[in-house]
């Protein structure tokens, strides 16, 4: 019996080795991962600035191009 419970006692040790294995490797695969994350949404956020410049450019552009024309026409 003794015996018996010894031979348990060793499955649960390892069993238990191997899950604290697994969630180690499981932590180092997210932390990786939310790395991976956070480098993406910085990239995705300086893109998206970019193109707001961009926007804000070109409204510029046509608010200028607008205010020439109507100047135009007030002078005809």
Known sequence: MVKFISK???KNVEIQKLVDENK???NSKLH???IELSKKRELFDEEQKGKLVSIEEMDSEIKQK???RKRACRTY
Do not use: R
């Open 24 to 26: 180690s490797d499981l």
């Open 66 to 68: 607008e205010e020439s």
């Open 8 to 10: 348990i006692h060793i």
């Open 32 to 34: 990786d991962f939310e």
